[in-house]
C-alpha cells in the first residue's frame, strides 16, 4: 500500500531534472513538455505550417544518410475516403510514417543481401524521422500523437494498412502522427521509467526489477485514471491478438 | 553531363522548402540547420547541459510509452578506458545508444512471443529518444553526429560493442551520439531525396528510379569533396564486409 502510495505520487510528480536555466531554454521547453494530445479542435492548419513539419521530417539524420522512409499524407477528407472514418481523436491532418526499405532494395543491389541490417536502419531512420516532425509540431504551437497500436493506424495493422496504401513489400507502417489544435485542457504526464533504469556509465548493467514493477504499477494506475471506464484486461487481451497478427507480418518482411 | 552539372547544383541548393515566417522560429531554424559535425574543441560540456540532453531522450514518446531504450554514457577518459582510443572526431562525450528488448522481455512474460515486433517498436523508439537528445544538444549550444557506420561505434559493430560493453541479448547499439562545441567552419549540406519521392498523399506511390539515380550522384559527388583522399570503392568494400557480419548479429537477436 504505501509503494501504491509513491506509485501514485511519482506518477504526479515525475518531471525531467533539469536545471530551470535549462528549462528556459525555448527548444529545451518544447522537448522536455511535449505530451501526446488525444482532443484536436476542428481550427484548420496553414499549409505553410503542414509542409514545415514534413520538411523536418525529410531533413532528419539517417544512418549512412539512407533517408529510408516515406510519409504518407491526409487531410480530413483524404482520410475519410480511405479508412471510412474520421482521423483518430479528431485530428486535423495525419501523416502514415513508413520504414521504407523498398526503394534502397529495388535501386541498388548491394542492400539485397542483408535485410535485417536494412530493415533495422529503416525503423531506427523512421523514428528521428517521425520525432523531428512531431517537434516541429510543436514548435509551430500545434500537438500531436503517434499512434501505433490501436484504431488501425500503425504498426499492429501492418496487413490493413498494406492493403489500404498500397504498400509494397518492405514498406513497413510504423505509426501515424496525427496533428492538430489541441482541445481542452494539457494532458497528463505518462511515467518515465527512473533514470538509473536507462542512463549507465561506461557498461550496461541490469535493472533492478523493483524500478520496472513500480513503473508498471504507475502506468496502470495512469490507464485506470485516464481511461476510468475501459477495461484494463480486455485492452490487454485485444493487443496481444493484435500483437500476433503483427508479428507475423513483420517477420514476413524480414524474408522478402 | 547535363545533369552531372545540375546534382552538384542540387547538392548545393538543396535547402528546406519553408516560409521566412517558418525559418525565422527558434525550433524550427534549429530543426532545419542541423548538421552532423565532424569536428569537436576541447572545451568541456557543462554537467548540466549534458544532463539535459539525456532527460530529452528519457522524455522522448515511445509506442505504448514502453520506453524501450538504454543510453551508455562515456566521458574522453571512460571512452579511453573502454575502447583504448578517443571519441570520434574527437568529441567530448559520447552516448550509445541502444535498442533495449531485454528489461521487458526478462519482466513481462507477454513480450516473449513476438519478438520481431518488439526489437522493431524498440528500433523506432531508439530512433525517437537520439532525435530528442540531438535537438537538445542544439538547443543548447552543442554540435553532435550520430555514428552508426564507422569506426567501432554503431550497428555494424554489433558484437565487438556487444562484448565491450557487456550487453546482454535483446539490446541493440544503433548508434553511438557523439557530442561537443563545433571546431571550425559548419560542415556541408548532406543532398536530400526530392520531396516527391519522400512525401505521398493518399496513397504510397513508387518512386521515379531517375531521382534516385540523381540522388545517389549527389552522395557521390558530396563523398569525394569532404573525403577527398578518400577510395570510395574500397570504403564500399570495407562496408559490405561489416554488413555481413552485423547481419548475422541481429539476425540472432530475433532467435533469442
Redesign the interface.
Known sequence: MFRTIKNIFSLVTGK????K??RS????N???N?R?CRSFTDEEIGA??F??I????????S???L?T??????TRN?WH??FDRPIPFNGMRAIIV??DGA??K???S?FR?????N???A??????????M???A???GLKSI?L??TGKT???DFSYLQEK????DL??P??TLVVGKEKGGKAGV????P?N???????????N?QF?DDW?QQ?FIGFKLTHPLSNFQKQ?AFY?KK??E??EE??KQ?RT
Request: some cysteine; hydrophobic content about 50%.
Open positions: 525531467p531534472h533539469v536545471s536555466k535549462v531554454q525555448e527548444t529545451m518544447l522537448i522536455l511535449r501526446s505553410d505550417d509542409q514545415a514534413l520538411e523536418a521530417g525529410r531533413f532528419a539524420p544512418a549512412v544518410n533517408q522512409w516515406s510519409f504518407i499524407t491526409f483524404q475516403e480511405v513508413c520504414a526503394r534502397l529495388n535501386h541498388f548491394d543481401e542483408t535485410p535485417y541490417l530493415i533495422s536502419f525503423l531506427f531512420n523512421a523514428g528521428l524521422a517521425a520525432m523531428n512531431t517537434i516541429a510543436e514548435a509551430l503517434m501505433s497500436e500503425g504498426l499492429l496504401l498500397g504498400l509494397p514498406v513497413i510504423v505509426t505518462p511515467p518515465r521509467q533514470w533504469a536507462v542512463v549507465m556509465e561506461k557498461q550496461y548493467h541490469e535493472v526489477s520496472l508498471f502506468m490487454l496481444k500483437m500476433a503483427a508479428e513483420i517477420k524480414y
